[in-house]
């Protein structure tokens, strides 16, 4: 499994919108669901949003429904919209890709097999 790499982080007002991209090669086919996490200051690594590549279920964590979407883009690229963003989102956001998913494992970081290095987001008022 070639390594993940996200992009898309950076700084933005409240209420503003960011679109995150994780990509990595053979990551559909490889894997089974790909999951993105959040990790504040502080604070333990939370996930946010799943995604089987399956059948292009997904899942979000309460605080990101209705704002924030994962979808896949093509064969080597997953992305998390994130739209009315709140100064609580702010944190570092990781992409992790897994081989083997099963419902209750989706946002536990343990279920994941490969992470990507994190990238910055931060949500000023």
């Known amino acids: 499994q070639a390594p993940l790499v996200e992009s898309g982080g950076e700084e933005v007002q409240v209420g503003g919108s960011l679109k995150l991209s994780c990509t990595g090669s053979?990551?559909?086919?490889?894997?089974?669901?790909m999951g993105w996490f959040r990790q504040a200051p502080g604070k333990e690594r939370e996930g946010v949003a799943a995604?089987?590549?399956?059948?292009?279920?997904t899942a979000y964590v309460d605080s990101v429904k209705g704002r924030f979407s994962i979808s896949q883009d093509n064969a080597t690229t997953v992305s998390l919209q994130m739209n009315n963003l709140k100064p609580e989102d702010t944190a570092v956001y990781y992409c992790?890709?897994?081989?083997?998913?099963?419902?209750?494992?989706?946002?536990?970081?343990?279920?994941?097999?490969?992470w990507g290095q994190g990238t910055q987001v931060t949500v000023s008022s």
């Open positions: 995604l089987y590549f399956t059948d292009d279920r």
């Open positions: 992790a890709a897994a081989g083997t998913c099963y419902q209750s494992g989706l946002f536990r970081p343990q279920m994941y097999n490969y």
């Open positions: 053979g990551l559909s086919w490889r894997n089974t669901c």
